[in-house]
C-alpha cells in the first residue's frame, strides 16, 4: 500500500450503492493525477469527481458498488507514474444519487 491508512467508516449493505470520499497527499499535483483518476473511474464506470485543492492535494468523490470503489480505491493509491502518494484519507458513505458521470473539477 502506497502512503497512509484510509479511516473507513461503517457502510450500508452490500447491494446498496455507496460513497467514497477520498483525499490524496503526496506529488499528485503536475503528474496527471487527475486525468488518471478520471481515466480509472470511467473504466470502472463509477460517477463523481476529482479536483486539486489549493493545499496541494487532491480530493476525490465516486459513486457505485462498493466492490467497485474499493478497487478505485487501490488505484488512486497507486496513482499514475510520475506521482508520489505519501497520504490517503478515505471516508465511505451513503450515495447521493446526483452525479450521472465522473469529472476534472477546478480546485478549490
Known sequence: MSGGQA?????????DPVSLSVTVIGR??????RAFAHDQARRLGVVG????????G???HAEGPRETLEAF???LRRG?????VQQVWATWGVASG???????????
Do not use: C, K, W
Request: no cysteine; charged share 20%; aromatic share 6%.
Open 58 to 60: 487532491v480530493r476525490v
Open 49 to 56: 469527481y476529482v479536483m486539486n485543492l489549493r493545499a496541494g
Open 73 to 75: 480505491l487501490e488505484s
Open 28 to 33: 499528485v499535483q503536475g503528474v496527471g493525477f
Open 80 to 84: 499514475p507514474s510520475g506521482s508520489r
Open 98 to 108: 446526483e452525479h450521472d458521470r465522473f469529472a476534472i473539477r477546478s480546485t478549490i
Open 7 to 15: 479511516a473507513e467508516s461503517e457502510t450500508p449493505g452490500t447491494g
